[in-house]
């Protein structure tokens, strides 16, 4: 495979899993801020964006609206949903000679149709509907793609993102405690709190909630199972195995988030929430890296076979 192909690939899941993983987010973070009235709103929004990596626009008071503008409809901020999905789009463009008919519809009406604003009444609508387009991509690659590299790269870049994703969804909660939204929130917004109560069966504690959104083992949006599949898709990118360690670098790295995450008391963790969903988060960063540099390098240099 082409190496902007799979770059296309690899691309295209990150930023369709960015835009609903901001979608939940946001959801949840802009609710709370409309219902409890006692929260500081600009603190909140400033360390909403901290976490998102997004700069607050000057130095005004942030409100509500603020941060859906920017994180939700601008289409030029790199964090925003409207932006994501228009990556996706293009990525898609990009691979068109591999991408099927059916995903090139789906992220090009999803496009099409994105506002440009949105409307105080409707914010949970259009996260609903941003929930639900992202879910539609990845239901077309799951049941029409062969599970070869194409379906590789594509996992890839969403297990990554979903990882990174999470880790931000549990560092909102180390940074705002209290005044944040409660676990069963969280849980919900992750489309996790029913697989929770069957797991557990009882209500959300924080050491059981935490636990279950960074280390479970069978929930696809556990921190966990998100780097174990990305570790599954580069050994099968690179299967030839390795007699004394791993040269992949990527995989190193993404293994020794993982072993730190599954082996130290959950106690632990979440004494050291906000470090620990840092530390995941530069991991999934450095494994992006690696993945560049390895499958996709910008400034390959032209190796010539000699003749015989």
Known sequence: MLSRIAESLFWIGRYIERGDGTARILDVHLQLLLEDPWVDEDSA??????????????????????????????RTHPASIAHSLAAARENARRAREIVGTELW????????????????????????WVRERTALAVGIIESATSRDDVWQFFTLGRSIERADMTARLLATHALTGDNGPSWTTLLRSCGGYEAYLRTYRGVPSAQNAA???ALDRLFPRSILF????????????????????????????????????????????LDELALQMEAVQAATSAASEAIRSRYFPTHAVPVWAGEF
């Open 45 to 74: 929004c400033r360390a909403l964006l901290a976490v998102m990596g997004a700069t607050p626009p000057g130095d005004a008071a942030l409100r509500r609206g603020d941060v859906l503008a920017l994180l939700g409809v601008d």
């Open 105 to 128: 519809e789906c992220l090009n009406t999803t496009r099409a149709r994105m506002p440009r604003q949105v409307s105080p009444a409707r914010v949970s609508e259009y996260f609903a």
């Open 211 to 213: 636990e279950f959104l």
């Open 226 to 269: 998100s780097i174990s599949r990305a570790e599954g898709c580069l050994r099968q990118l690179e299967p030839r195995s390795e007699r004394v360690g791993t040269s992949d670098r990527a995989l190193r790295v993404l293994r020794q988030i993982r072993a730190e995450l599954e082996f130290r008391p959950i106690d632990e963790v």
